[in-house]
């Protein structure tokens, strides 16, 4: 049963989440269970949504993560062949109402309703042998991160090698 659906709150509710280690395992001392900060990765991963291309001389990694500035997000290879795209959309601080544009009163902004995605992004993928993780480029436009990874030029073919017999 999901509590989100029965009215709750859903921003109390991942926040709670955050702040409890909750397992699926009856024994939540087990030394099985997954750790807060796999869990929160593995939910991060399942909502950060992501589509693969290949050209003839590139892959192109296309996410969204809207709500998110450039400088909010990280593009990096780990471990030679693992791309790594990851970002963070926290809340925005409670802001005095005087600072508004509108100026209508001295009193604090307050959420009536919050339906936008908070949290954090998170995708990681496993290049291909013949991606060069050394030519990346990343851009970010209307919420929409692209990754292109250039190929590495295939190999020339080998030439067969002649072998002289000797006579004994």
């Known amino acids: 049963m999901d ?3 029965m009215g709750f709150d859903p921003t109390v509710l991942d926040t709670l989440h955050e702040l409890l280690d909750l397992s699926d395992e009856p024994d939540a001392k087990s030394h099985h269970a997954p750790s807060r900060a796999f869990l929160r990765d ?3 991963m399942a909502a950060t949504p992501a589509d693969v291309k290949e050209y003839p001389n590139s892959y192109v990694f296309v996410l969204d993560m809207p709500g998110l500035k450039p400088d909010q997000i990280k593009v990096q290879v780990e471990d030679g062949n693992m791309l790594v795209v990851s970002g963070e959309r926290k809340r ?3 802001k005095d109402l ?3 544009k509108d100026g209508a009163g001295g009193g604090l902004l307050r959420y009536i309703k919050m339906e936008r995605r908070l949290g954090k992004y998170l995708k990681k993928f496993v290049l291909p042998e013949n991606a060069d993780p050394e030519k ?3 851009s970010y436009q209307d919420g929409v991160l692209t990754v292109t990874v250039e190929k590495r030029p295939p190999p020339e073919p080998k030439k067969p090698k002649t072998i002289e017999v000797q006579i004994a």
């Open 3 to 5: 509590l989100r659906d």
């Open 136 to 138: 990346i480029s990343a």
């Open 98 to 100: 005087k600072d508004q």
């Open 42 to 44: 593995k939910k991060a």
């Open 92 to 94: 925005e601080k409670e």
